[in-house]
T-cell receptor, first 109, second 113 residues
Framework: GQSLEQPSEVTAVEGAIVQINCTYQ??????LSWYQQHDGGAPTFLSY????GLEETGRFSSFLSRSDSYGYLLLQELQMKDSASYFC??????????FGPGTRLSVLP | ETGVTQSPTHLIKTRGQQVTLRCSSQ?????VSWYQQALGQGPQFIFQ???????GRGNFPPRFSGLQFPNYSSELNVNALELDDSALYLC????????????FGEGSRLTVL
């Protein structure tokens, strides 16, 4: 079977750093993506890791360890607008993605 | 560059009815995927179309079917609607040559009564 695990909720204050972890078990693996979704909105792409290591995009970074079937999303200098749900998604073949259950991030003033 | 658009945005149906949801993919994208997202959960993969053919399917029954047209737009059809089909249906387009990024539309929220 295929499964991804993420913490259900994370709370942090403005300006802080938060890490959202994702572990996965899938039949195939081509890469790990992260998406942000605000309430009532569409998921929007944040990052994609096909190889082990850290990818940095502005305030957001994503890490992948294929040997550990593990990745994380690191959000720095948190802002109120970062309050949203964050999903990891494994690309298991072609352009097929299996999404995790999501982590709801609340940023407090 | 035109983004992914979906229609209708909201609709209400009753059990047993049929529904068709539509999606126009982003310019230059030849692959369309459909996802079902229940409230508070992650998107669940329904199926994907590439060059007008189904190219992968998730764990959904045959009453979920789809089409892709030559202009890469797509339809999702659901027959014999059940209460559990109530969800947000998301369409995502992508390029086969892309790095694995999906571009999502705003979704169609279906309520089955």
């Amino acid at each position: 079977g295929q499964s991804l695990e993420q913490p259900s909720e994370v709370t942090a204050v403005e300006g802080a750093i938060v890490q959202i972890n994702c572990t996965y078990q899938t039949s195939g693996f081509y890469g790990l993506s992260w998406y942000q979704q605000h309430d009532g909105g569409a998921p929007t792409f944040l990052s994609y890791n096909a190889l082990d290591g850290l990818e940095e995009t502005g305030r957001f970074s994503s890490f992948l360890s294929r040997s550990d079937s593990y990745g994380y999303l690191l959000l720095q200098e948190l802002q109120m607008k970062d309050s949203a749900s964050y999903f990891c998604a494994v690309r298991d073949r072609g352009q097929n993605f299996v999404f995790g259950p999501g982590t709801r991030l609340s940023v407090l003033p | 560059e035109t983004g992914v658009t979906q229609s209708p945005t909201h609709l209400i149906k009753t059990r047993g009815q049929q529904v068709t949801l539509r999606c126009s993919s982003q310019s230059g994208h030849n692959t369309v995927s459909w996802y079902q997202q229940a409230l508070g959960q992650g998107p669940q993969f329904i199926f994907q179309y590439y060059r007008e053919e189904e190219n992968g399917r998730g764990n959904f029954p045959p009453r979920f079917s789809g089409l892709q047209f030559p202009n890469y737009s797509s339809e999702l059809n659901v027959n014999a609607l059940e209460l559990d089909d109530s969800a947000l249906y998301l369409c995502a387009s992508s390029s086969r040559q892309g790095p694995g990024e999906l571009f999502f539309g705003e979704g169609s929220r279906l309520t089955v009564l």
